[in-house]
């Protein structure tokens, strides 16, 4: 089991960067595929980046791809996202998500088994 929480959400201006992370707990955070997802009000919550579980191989979502960048340090327990040239749409609360059995990233939040509480990013226009 390991237990996720997010740091670094924020207010930024339209084309600033924020930086996310997601610190685990547990000491086989290695074993886990992690992700980030965003909900936005009224919408359902939507896939956003993962990293494969050496941290070797990223995907991204088709609207982040190019301006975002997720990334993990195993030694550290922790995954970052990397947000920059940051629009109003980018606008949700951000969730960290791990999961212990797959070997190819997922873009379904049904695939992911543990998630952490959410940080809300607020980009203004």
């Known amino acids: 089991q390991v237990q996720l929480v997010e740091f670094g959400g924020g207010l930024v201006q339209s084309g600033g960067s924020l930086r996310l992370s997601c610190a685990a707990s547990?000491?086989?955070?290695?074993?886990?595929?992690m992700a980030w997802f965003r909900q936005a009000p009224g919408k359902e919550r939507e896939f956003v980046a993962a990293?494969?579980?050496?941290?070797?191989?990223?995907y991204y979502a088709d609207s982040v791809k190019g301006r975002f960048t997720i990334s993990r340090d195993n030694a550290k327990n922790t995954v970052l996202l990397q947000m920059n040239s940051l629009k109003p749409e980018d606008t949700a609360v951000h969730y960290c998500?791990?999961?212990?059995?797959?070997?190819?990233?997922?873009?379904?939040?049904?695939?992911?088994?543990?998630w952490g509480q959410g940080t809300q990013v607020t980009v203004s226009s």
């Open positions: 998500a791990a999961a212990r059995r797959l070997t190819y990233y997922s873009y379904r939040s049904d695939d992911y088994d543990y």
């Open positions: 990293i494969s579980r050496s941290g070797g191989t990223t």
């Open positions: 547990g000491r086989t955070f290695s074993n886990y595929f």
